[in-house]
């Protein structure tokens, strides 16, 4: 699985197309002209990851709607907690 800091590296060559060029003139004492727009061609591979929560309910009020997010426990799950974050989000 890729993680942030791997992709941190990579797209902030394409947020900062100047960053290239500063690099090679700190390392080497010239470096080629930055480009005035950078495309990145991303070949990376993601593989799905399937989520479920047991019950997603949407709650609707008229005017006000809500999300309710049911996740039965049969155990005591300290993990689990960590798991809510994610189906919130």
């Not at 070949?43 to 479920?52: G, Y």
């Not at 008229?62 to 989000?89: C, F, T």
Request: charged share 25%; hydrophobic share 35%; proline share 8%.
């Amino acid at each position: 699985m890729v993680k942030p800091p791997h992709e941190a590296l990579h797209r902030i060559l394409c947020e900062d197309p100047h960053l290239l060029g500063r690099t090679f003139e700190h390392l080497f004492g010239n470096g080629p002209p930055a480009p005035e727009s950078v495309l990145n061609a991303d070949l990376s591979e993601i593989k799905v990851i399937e989520r479920r929560a047991d019950s997603v309910l949407w709650l609707d009020y008229g005017a006000d709607n809500h999300i309710l997010v049911i996740e039965s426990q049969s155990d005591k799950d300290g993990d689990k907690r960590g798991s809510w974050p994610y189906y919130v989000s």
